[in-house]
């Protein structure tokens, strides 16, 4: 099957609400980009001519006709608009090279609801300082999850900003573990929580203090690698937060246990 590109003329002269899709859909591979391009021009009201490109031949005719490097293409009202992240630009404004915080904030809003939800299962209580301690705990090892799943990513982007890195480079690979097992370690909770301490408050004193001199001494426009090497996340006080969370906890679990002895 060849491409027509007669067809797409004719179709294009349609009027306004219409919208003309290119996509692969193949014995073995129906292109996921294609499928939300359809997803979206329907939610937004459109009439969708939706065109299989159902062999290799034809997809590349597509592509040589339009001067295309890739599949989906939308076109609305004689308009090529473009791929997925074209066509979602064009409804929502949104632009996958912006800065945002939304990766860290949505970890934190989880580490919540994990700790709420602990702490009203096995605690009985849900606003209690064991509550808060775990919501901590649960963001450290979230925040980790992220950051060893490409490990040498995060660490070329940790060294862009930590002053212990840049002295150290095997600190960035040390680090993802460090807070993860500080993390798991605060939630056990007792004298694990004790042994996670010392971990906490030294990264996120270190962490905190290279934040610091970037943002607002050196005033670099930076991004941060708490979410891992391939993130948007700016650095600033997000990231800041993030380490003084770690250095409060640091201090707090064997402030708490002493607390403990003492009251026993």
Not at 88 to 117: C, H, N, Q, W
Request: aromatic residues 10%; neutral net charge; glycine residues 8%.
């Amino acid at each position: 099957m060849e491409y027509d590109s007669d067809k797409e003329n004719s179709s294009l002269r349609d009027g306004a609400g219409h919208a003309v899709l290119y996509r692969m859909v193949m014995d073995k591979h129906v292109c996921p980009y294609g499928l939300k391009s359809r997803w979206l021009l329907r939610r937004k009201g459109y009439e969708v001519e939706d065109h299989h490109l159902t062999t290799r031949e034809e997809t590349d005719a597509f592509k040589a006709e339009h001067d295309v490097k890739t599949t989906p293409q939308t076109f609305i009202d004689g308009e090529r608009i473009g791929g997925y992240d074209a066509l979602r630009e064009r409804f929502t404004g949104y632009d996958k090279t912006r800065k945002t915080f939304t990766p860290v904030l949505m970890i934190f809003a989880i580490s919540a609801l994990l700790a709420l939800a602990i702490a009203g299962t096995f605690i009985g209580a849900i606003l209690t300082l064991r509550t808060i301690e775990l919501f901590a705990a649960f963001a450290m090892t979230l925040l980790a999850l992220q950051k060893l799943k490409d490990v040498e990513s995060f660490s070329t982007m940790f060294l862009n900003y930590d002053l212990l890195a840049r002295r150290r480079v095997e600190y960035g690979y040390i680090y993802p573990f460090a807070e993860a097992a500080a993390g798991l370690l605060m939630i056990v909770g007792g004298t694990a929580g004790l042994l996670g301490a010392p971990i906490a408050l030294f990264i996120g004193t270190v962490g905190a203090i290279s934040v610091y001199k970037a943002v607002y001494i050196d005033k670099r426009e930076l991004k941060c690698a708490c979410v891992g090497g391939d993130s948007n996340v700016p650095l600033g006080f997000v990231s800041l937060t993030e380490n003084l969370v770690m250095m409060a906890m640091g201090l707090w679990m064997p402030v708490k246990m002493i607390f403990l002895s003492g009251a026993m």
